[in-house]
């Protein structure tokens, strides 16, 4: 049995009965994003309806748009106490551990026992094979496969668009923004990134800071509807975000950087982690593929509902690319290889997310570019295979890769001259545009 109207998106007071409750044949409708392009392909060929969930599950998932952070909103009320003292123990404790604090805070104390507090199931050799996988992945099939599909996918819902709309500035600074992401990823899928103290989980912890500044500026404003929003930053909004990025890592098979299946289930262990540590809540951890992709489904089902923010910030996105390439100069080779450079992606872009939800947010129809990806695939392929194809080769492929991504993203966040979220500045920023927030001045 599939649902004949569309159950409320947020918690409500309405209870199903028992019998409801346990009817594993009561399950969602399919959107049609899911029917077309990549995500009919992924859900048909690697699960199948199984991933489906029932009416009672979208109903428990529905719930954590009232769920945020606890701990880091705590830690950020203790900041705007005593902005100096506790944004001092904060970074020596995560740069140093909290034992060399002296006199640490409770807010500071009880953040860095959250992230200091191992799960039984992280497995370090998984961490290390997914980052040995990951590595192989040259950094511009990384940016292509972020900008075209990790952003615009995270753009679905108008709830979380309105967040990155007050407090990321995504528009303006959507080239910077990007980049920024893919750095931060290649800090978590470096080898050790996800140790403790390792480049990944130290910037995780303070991207996780930067959501709890944000949160608190928008809890301060009249206009933001916990009715029909939730709270700001809420874990549903951190599925919308944390998916497509996860979601990439794995779907770069289809540009030929092939997995097997040893290194797919890493790689989902490794973000299970990432997750962990960003603060989304145990229940919304995946611990599989199938459950990576029935997430996808709640997600798509509670979030999805493109409007015209959807539509500005996707095109922010795609239209950042030649700036992101260096190739935004003037004279007529720049012109040619910025069209050349967005129509890719944008072609990337349609055949990934399907022609209902890109005309639905303005991607272009597809280019002549389209017809590179065969020889896309077929050279990535063949240069992964090649790789791996003798003893050890795995492994040094991936030290040589991971040098040659590092390299080439410190020189695009040059000259782009991006402003590191890991720094102190980010929070300091986010904090003062919270001031704007709560003076009313930024919409």
Known sequence: MTIEAPLPTRPTSIRLSTSRLHDRADRLAPKPILSEGAPRLAMSLLVGDSVRPTRAQARAF??????????????????RRDRTRIRAQFEQALEHGIETVDDPAPEVQAFIDALDDVPFWVDYDKLDLAAQAIARMPVSTLLAFTTAIAFPASYVSPRVNDVLLRGGDLAKRAAARIVETVSWSMDCTAPGGMERFGEGTKNTARVRVVHAYIRAGI????????????????????????IPIAGVALAVMAAGHWYSRRERDAIVHLYRYVAHTMGVTAELQVTSLDELLRLIWLAVWSEVDPDDSSRALTDAALKAVPRIYGVDGPGPANRIKSWAYYHFH??????????????????PRLSPMAALYPLWFARNLVRDRLSVAVPGGAARAARRGHRERMRAVGEVKQRLDVRPYER????????ERDRELRAGRTR
């Open 219 to 242: 809890d301060r404003v009249d206009d933001w509807n916990t009715d029909t929003h939730g709270r700001p930053v809420n874990q549903l909004h951190y599925c919308v975000t944390m």
């Open 424 to 431: 102190d500045g980010a929070v300091h920023t986010v904090g």
């Open 346 to 363: 944008a072609d990337l872009a349609r055949l990934s997310l399907g022609s209902g939800y890109s005309d639905a947010v303005g991607i």
């Open 62 to 79: 529905a719930r954590f748009a009232n769920t945020c952070d606890p701990v880091a909103d705590d830690l950020v009320a203790a900041m």
